[in-house]
């Protein structure tokens, strides 16, 4: 059984920065698709950035509003998933969910794809 955990958010000005952690568990796939995404209040849920791995590499994927300011990445085990954000607006400001699939249909940064999906954690950024 797939397990994800994120951890790391919290409440920062405008301008700063957060860590966002996934500790993933459960997985024996050589070939595999994680993604980070966040929902506000009212809002739908959207993709942040999105992660490809294969046995050769990795493929990353980011929203427009996020490119130059976030950084997906995955430690060498491949067990914890982050989320480095730079940079932060107030429009950042969501709940941020950690995801994975063995296969991302219609794309790392599409929800529908995603069959397990993190509790969520917290990113609160004031102006």
């Known amino acids: 059984q797939v397990q994800l955990v994120e951890s790391g958010g919290g409440s920062v000005q405008a301008g700063g920065s957060l860590r966002l952690s996934c500790a993933a568990s459960g997985y024996t796939y050589s070939r595999y698709c994680m993604g980070w995404f966040r929902q506000a209040p009212g809002k739908e849920r959207e993709g942040v950035a999105g992660?490809?791995?294969?046995?050769?590499?990795?493929?990353?994927s980011y929203a427009d509003s996020v490119k130059g300011r976030f950084t997906i990445s995955q430690d060498n085990g491949e067990n914890t998933l982050f989320l480095q954000m730079n940079s932060l607006k107030p429009e950042d400001t969501a709940m941020y969910y950690c995801a994975a699939a063995r296969f991302c249909e219609n794309g790392p940064l599409t929800p529908g794809g995603y069959k397990y999906w993190g509790q969520g954690t917290q990113v609160t950024v004031s102006s």
């Open positions: 992660i490809v791995t294969y046995t050769s590499g990795a493929i990353r």
